[in-house]
């Protein structure tokens, strides 16, 4: 019951979200931004990027 207690507000809260446009844009562009820096953070995911940037940075050699 302490998590509904916890839950609840939050949920009604994000349910004001979902009426006004601008606040859901707003989120929009929050989450996009945590989201980018999340997958900068994490090792894995911060592999494949190199990898693939280094392979953009090959091939672009190899054309002159």
Excluded at 47 to 58: D, K, S, V
Aim: no cysteine; glycine share 8%.
């Amino acid at each position: 019951m302490a998590v509904l207690d916890f839950l609840l507000p939050a949920l009604v809260m994000i349910a004001g979200f979902w009426q006004s446009p601008v606040l859901l844009v707003a989120l929009a562009l929050g989450a996009g931004y945590l989201g980018a820096k999340a997958v900068e953070v994490i090792p894995f995911t911060r592999r494949i990027i190199e990898r693939r940037e280094a392979e953009a940075q090959a091939k672009a050699a190899e054309r002159g």
